[in-house]
């Protein structure tokens, strides 16, 4: 019998998998068995996670790509089933965030920016995973929304909006496709300790700082491998009753 969360004989691709959630998330189901397409647009990080995979005996490989350029997508899928083999699980995770700022002042280059990257970026990849699924019989998209996608988040309207709408793909294409043995899920974090978190605490006052991470009723900011834990669970089998939900991981935030 295999053990626990073996994910032997799945070909799991990551999209932002150099660094933060994704990176984490490569590291763990590789270590489990899984045959991983570390995707990023910055290859020398990327390629230093496949090294690390690599290193412990794991299976991995990088491929650059944009998830915002839909040429740059359908190249990143053909690569990753060449690689191999239909991809069985797709984890949609880059995504980018803007500097916290009443909506009023953002720029509509931001906004359009969020959106390109965060939701058109996410549609794209969903769109090639299907395809691939749909011929091999099955798979399992997840797509990294956010607790900012679940509930109100001000001064971050426009990232709030993308994963709204990230919300929205996973739930309509999971009854879409769960007669194709397609499932659709999503996972929502809270503030986890990543660059794109460090990056912002940086820029902002102590108080907005401290009221970040203490922002749930446990107090402090979720680690990378408390998210990573869940999506290796998603990834695996055991899993396969679940589609068209989220998984939500706020340290209480949203009780
Ligand atoms: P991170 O550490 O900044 O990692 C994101 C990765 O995605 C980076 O390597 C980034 O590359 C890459 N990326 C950005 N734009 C891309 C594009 N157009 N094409 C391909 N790759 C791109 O972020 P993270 O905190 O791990 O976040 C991962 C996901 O979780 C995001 O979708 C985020 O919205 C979501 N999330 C995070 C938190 C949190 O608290 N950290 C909470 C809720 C949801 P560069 O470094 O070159 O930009």
Redesign the pocket.
């Known amino acids: 019998m295999k053990s626990v969360g073996n994910l032997e004989n799945k070909h799991i691709l990551i ?9 984490a998330t490569a590291l763990l189901v590789a270590s489990r068995g899984a045959k991983v397409v570390v ?4 290859r020398q ?2 390629e230093a996670i496949v090294e690390q995979i690599c290193a412990k005996g794991g299976v991995a490989t990088f491929i650059a ?5 839909s040429d ?1 997508v359908i190249a990143l899928f053909a690569q990753a089933k060449a690689a191999y083999g239909p991809v069985n699980v797709t984890i949609n ?5 803007h500097k916290p700022t009443p909506m009023h002042l953002v720029d509509d280059a931001v906004f359009h920016r969020n959106v ?3 939701l058109a ?1 996410v549609w794209y990849c969903m769109k090639q995973a299907i395809i691939q699924m749909l011929d091999n019989g099955g798979g399992h998209v997840i797509n ?5 996608g679940l509930h109100s988040a001000p001064t971050i309207a426009a ?1 709030s909006a993308t ?1 709204h709408g990230v919300m929205g793909l996973t739930k309509s294409a999971a009854v879409e496709y769960a007669k194709a043995n397609i499932r659709v899920n999503a996972v ?10 460090e ?1 912002v605490l940086a820029n902002v006052d102590e108080r907005v700082r401290n009221a970040m991470i203490k922002a749930n009723p446990m107090k402090r ?2 680690e ?1 491998e408390e ?1 990573a834990g869940a999506l290796a669970w998603l990834c695996s089998d055991e899993s396969s009753f679940m589609t068209g939900q989220s998984v939500v991981l706020d340290g209480g935030m949203l009780a």
């Open positions: 999209t932002g998998g150099a660094s933060g959630i994704g990176a995707s990023d647009q910055n990080q990327g790509a944009d998830v915002s350029d740059s995770n880059a995504g980018i965030d390109a990257v965060n970026g990294i929304a956010s607790v900012a990232y994963k929502c974090p809270s503030f986890i300790r990543t660059p794109m978190v990056n900011l979720g990378v998210i």
